[in-house]
Structures are given as C-alpha cells and as structure tokens.
C-alpha cells in the first residue's frame, strides 16, 4: 500500500512538470499553442457564400422555399414599411399615431443621424457641411416644405443622391420619429397665430 502512494506521488509530479513544461513563460515557439480543451472551436460547417460540394449547384446558400416568407418578413402594410400607397404613389400622413413621446425620440435620433449634415434646425449647415461636404437643401425650402411624408421616409430608406440611404442604421419605427420630427421643425418655422392654443396665446399677450 506505501509503496502504491509513493508511486502515486511520483507518477502524479512526472505528469504536472509534463504539462508545464508545455506552457513556460516566455519561451518561443514556432508551434501552434497546445490546444488542451478545444470546446467547439473547430466544427464542420460551412460558412455563407461559400462553394459546397454536396449541393447541385455548388453553392452552400439555399433559396427560400417558393412561396414562401420567413417570419417577420411580410411586409403587406405598404404605408408604414415602404411610406407608399398599395398604387406606389407617396403617403401624405404619417402612419403611426404622432405623440409628445415619439417627437422626442425623433427629436434624439435626428440628432444623432441628421443634424452632421442637416444641421440641428434642418438649414443644411452642419459640420459636415461646414468640413466641405455639398450643402444640402435647407428643410426650409418651398419644395421640401410642400413634400409628402412617404418623401422624407424614402429619402430616409434608400438615399438621394449625395444623400445615403439610413435603411440599415435606422430601424423603421424610428424612420416615422424622425419624419415627424422633421414636420415639426418646419412647422417651427411656418406656424401662425393661430396654431397657438389660446391659452397660451392669452400667456402671450
Ligand atoms: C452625410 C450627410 C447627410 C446625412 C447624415 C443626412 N443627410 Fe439628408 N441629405 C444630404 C445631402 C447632401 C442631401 C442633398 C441630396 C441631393 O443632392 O439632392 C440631402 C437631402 C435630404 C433631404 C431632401 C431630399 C430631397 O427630396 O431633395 C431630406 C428630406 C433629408 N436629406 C433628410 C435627412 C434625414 C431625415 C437624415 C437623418 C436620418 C439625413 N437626411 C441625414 C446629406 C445627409
């Protein structure tokens, strides 16, 4: 039974200066590190766009069965996920109800995607602009003030020209904020006596 122990031991301490002697500070080596749990770091898989030799056509991507759509994916409400009519023709209302709560977040997301450009009131001055890049139209003008809403979201959604496309940064629900909030700083400029409640006209007086 001693004799077993001390064996033990021995085999044991063999087998510990075996494994550290694998892992000794500052030692170089042109071997790949010893790799002692490899978890799931090296699976057969194959990754997107890449040849495969088990499909016909060689391709590892697979079409979507016809006729059908991945979940999420349909997109029948034509207003709110392209800003059109079912015709194609532009929509003129915004197709989510409009509250102080989405102004404010339109107001928080134009800031922080539109105003470089735009400038923080929409005149086309912002520091982008003032670095060298071409002015854009002022929100101010007659033609933008005039525009329907499904405008600003296409805009928005695929770019204008010199203008990108916000499609994959800005999701949906925050396009409309940021359309709303655009119709309230033209509003900011355009508004009359009489778009004043009266209580607050009374303030005023
Ligand atoms: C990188 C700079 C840049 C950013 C950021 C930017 N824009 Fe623009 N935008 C432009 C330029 C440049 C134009 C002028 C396009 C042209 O040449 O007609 C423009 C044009 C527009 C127009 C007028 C389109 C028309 O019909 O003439 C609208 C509306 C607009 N932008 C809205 C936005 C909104 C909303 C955001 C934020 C999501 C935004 N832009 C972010 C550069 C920018």
Known sequence: MKNFALNFK????FLMLLLL???????????????????????????????????????VNRMPIEGTIARGDLHEDTRYYYGREEDGRMIKTIPVAVTMKLLERGQERFNIYCSPCHGKTGEGNGIVVQRGLIQPTSFFDKRLMAEPVGQIFDVMSNGKSNM???????????????????????????????DIPAKVLEGLN
């Open 10 to 13: 021995f085999a044991a301490s």
């Open 21 to 59: 002697s694998g892992c000794f500070q500052g030692r170089k080596s042109s071997k790949p590190p010893i790799h002692l749990n490899p978890n799931m770091d090296k699976q057969e898989k194959y990754k997107a766009q890449e040849k495969s030799k088990f499909f016909e056509n060689g391709s």
């Open 164 to 194: 990108p496309s916000y499609k994959s940064q800005i999701p949906i629900a925050d396009r409309w904020a940021i359309v709303a909030y655009f119709r309230a700083l033209q509003k900011s400029r355009s508004a009359t006596q009489n």
